[in-house]
């Protein structure tokens, strides 16, 4: 784990820029929670590239604004020109799928390169804002078959910034890429949510919504998220269809 | 250097599929050139992201098809939502530098972490399409300024790329992140793209073009071009206002 990873004491980064990744799920709910209790001026960043679930833009803006982000920029970037995901082209959303398919190998909805792109974007935005820190909150229980989630990647990039970077030349800083969710179970992300005030029912995690963005309750995010409810013992908020 | 960088023998590459980064500049076009030499199968890629000079971007679509680029996608990102650069925001381009002024620094056409941006894009986009290889014009002679020009960042995305994606994770391929030029002085890149056939009147340069997309003549990039057609001893067809 990097050494970005360590605690926060409450406050001790007043005064601090830091660009937060906040898909409007519950996990980078938590994420911009744990920036401002660190104390962060948090710049929240939310992409919307072409994804079937468009209600997380939604609730991405409500989670924001509720939590106290200093701006919230939602950028575009459609994906969908390049294909390859059932999150972004027009394949089926698996549903039911049972804990073996779940974790056997890299499913459909993994878009190539994501959390890449999105970290670069988030490097760009924090640089022109002199800030140093960035969040995000991949995560390498749920979503072990997910490549850039894993703490390896995530150095590799931390590596890449320092050295992409005006102020990695000038030497006068060092990029820290926070991934404080990377090693916790659902429940414990949910506990955490908790404790620091997250109202989860403005969070959406569905892959595969209805017309009204009430979750599906099938695929494999809405399992992930009910049996994090479950498990943490916290009532879960959200409107399933089923 | 990287390992990529090894030459080509022509047609060495037939049947194999790269991203190549094409910008409209005569860097990139003599790149695909390299590219479509080797036998690579090329999908190029350009971004609109609200740079003022626009006219690259039509540039760009004339040289693809002119060289015979398979797919150009000219993906939308509008970078100026973070401002930051002379490039994207309105900020005056520099005019008629001198060598010691442009060696001295970053320049503030500098877009933050432009080329991690672009090369992520490429990634994701590369990997959808089961290629291996991406080709991007850096130089680190014209360009020292830039730190997302030199081989050490060029190096430390390719590490990333290796543990960003499935075919990393897979073990089954390795990222291969080209930089034909890196070393070049614009008169050798010049003198190369006239031996491949590269049609340089298609291509454009300038930060600040008129409304007609004549180059300025007295920008940075105009600067050298100029200098770079003179001492290649190639006639330089760039209409220039002044």
Not at 48 to 75: I, P
Request: aromatic residues 8%.
């Amino acid at each position: 784990m990097s050494m970005a990873d360590e605690k926060f004491e409450p406050g001790s980064m007043n005064g601090h820029r830091a660009v937060v990744l906040v898909s409007g799920g519950l996990d980078s709910a938590t994420v911009l929670a744990m920036a401002k209790q660190a104390g962060f001026d948090v710049f929240a960043l939310s992409f919307d590239y072409g994804q079937r679930h468009r209600f997380e833009l939604e609730a991405a803006e409500k989670v924001c604004r509720s939590m106290g982000a200093s701006r919230h920029v939602t950028l575009s970037l459609d994906l969908r020109a390049f294909g390859g995901s059932a999150l972004t082209a027009d394949i089926d959303v698996p549903k039911d799928r049972a804990d073996d398919e779940m974790e056997a190998g890299i499913p459909i909805t993994y878009v190539p390169a994501r959390n890449t792109v999105f970290l670069s974007l988030a490097l760009g935005w924090a640089e022109s804002l002199d800030a140093s820190d960035i969040f995000i909150g991949v995560n390498a229980v749920d979503y072990s078959g997910y490549p850039d989630c894993r703490t390896e990647f995530i150095q590799a990039f931390e590596q890449t910034a320092n050295l992409a970077t005006k102020s990695g030349v000038e030497g006068s800083a060092h990029w820290n890429i926070h991934t404080p969710l990377i090693e916790l179970t659902k429940a414990e992300i949910i506990r955490e949510g908790v404790a620091l005030g997250v109202d989860f029912s403005l969070t959406h995690s569905c892959y595969d919504p209805d017309k009204t963005g009430r979750a599906c309750g099938h695929c494999d995010s809405c399992i992930l998220r009910r049996r994090g409810f479950e498990s943490a013992g916290v009532p879960d908020p959200t409107p399933y269809v089923d």
